[in-house]
């Protein structure tokens, strides 16, 4: 999730974006599956409806760098350890979503998280 509001501001004043992407309940994550249940994933249809319609629908495969290539850049610069989240940019389809809106996202294979904005 991003507050634009924030970011936009924070853009503004010439200062880092973090703020717009580190608020109180930013970023919900579903169950966390271990890599010993699941296997490499270098290809899954990654899914966001908003209401039901979707709004993001692109695979795995298309990340910019493979998810080891992900681990391997960021643990040069960071001590990487067993439960830590990687968060990546997201496909194409970014939009709004406000109050009452039902975002569901889906990973294929590893399920779907609903969550409702308050």
């Given at each position: 999730?991003?507050?634009?509001?924030?970011?936009?501001?924070?853009?503004?004043?010439?200062?880092?974006?973090?703020?717009?992407?580190?608020f109180d309940e930013a970023a919900p994550i579903g169950p966390i599956?271990?890599?010993?249940?699941?296997?490499?994933?270098?290809?899954?249809?990654?899914?966001?409806?908003?209401?039901?319609?979707?709004?993001?629908?692109?695979?795995?495969?298309?990340?910019?760098?493979?998810?080891?290539?992900?681990?391997?850049?960021l643990s040069a610069a960071w001590t990487l350890q067993p439960g830590d989240l990687i968060f990546t940019g997201t496909p194409e389809g970014v939009a709004a979503v406000g109050p009452g809106d039902v975002m569901e996202g889906s990973i294929e294979g590893l399920g779907a998280?609903?969550?409702?904005?308050r």
């Open positions: 999730m991003t507050r634009r509001d924030l970011q936009n501001e924070m853009k503004k004043q010439g200062r880092p974006w973090c703020i717009g992407k580190g599956h271990a890599k010993s249940h699941t296997g490499e994933i270098n290809s899954g249809r990654i899914t966001l409806k908003v209401n039901g319609q979707v709004r993001q629908d692109s695979d795995i495969s298309k990340l910019i760098w493979n998810v080891a290539e992900t681990i391997e850049h998280l609903r969550v409702a904005v």
